[in-house]
């Protein structure tokens, strides 16, 4: 697979996505341009940032971006992440990837915080095998 840009696409751009394009940004470091958007995004939601910080990955500067500030353009690799929901459109010639996985905030169940960020580490978990095995197939 050939990329040199890839956008980690979700609804609120507020979890997934972001935990997407941290470890990929730590993955790949200079040689890759990564990006994450999303078509209602909201706030980058802090048990995002609290489990990757549990692996020394810092998300503190991240934010949530609209998938329309995105120049189509610049991506090579469109990866969505969104399960039971409609993830946001993104046009342009990029590769298209579907990475499905349920949203780990889990806003409609009653949990508590540590039942909450076992949910964050599995989703970071699964995200970082596959940036793993990406970053295995990436054509240079």
Known sequence: MRF?????LCVANSARSQMAESLARHRFGDAVRVQSAG???SMVNPHAVAVLGEIGV?????????????????VDLVITLCAEESCPLFLGRAQRVSWAMPDPD?????LTEEERLHH???????????VAALAGEREV
């Open 4 to 8: 040199d840009s890839i956008l980690f």
């Open 120 to 130: 964050f580490r599995v989703a970071r978990d699964a995200i970082a095998a596959r």
């Open 106 to 110: 889990r806003k409609g169940e009653d």
């Open 58 to 74: 810092d998300a503190s500067d991240l934010h949530s971006k609209h998938v329309d500030t995105i120049d189509p353009a610049s």
């Open 39 to 41: 078509s209602a995004p």
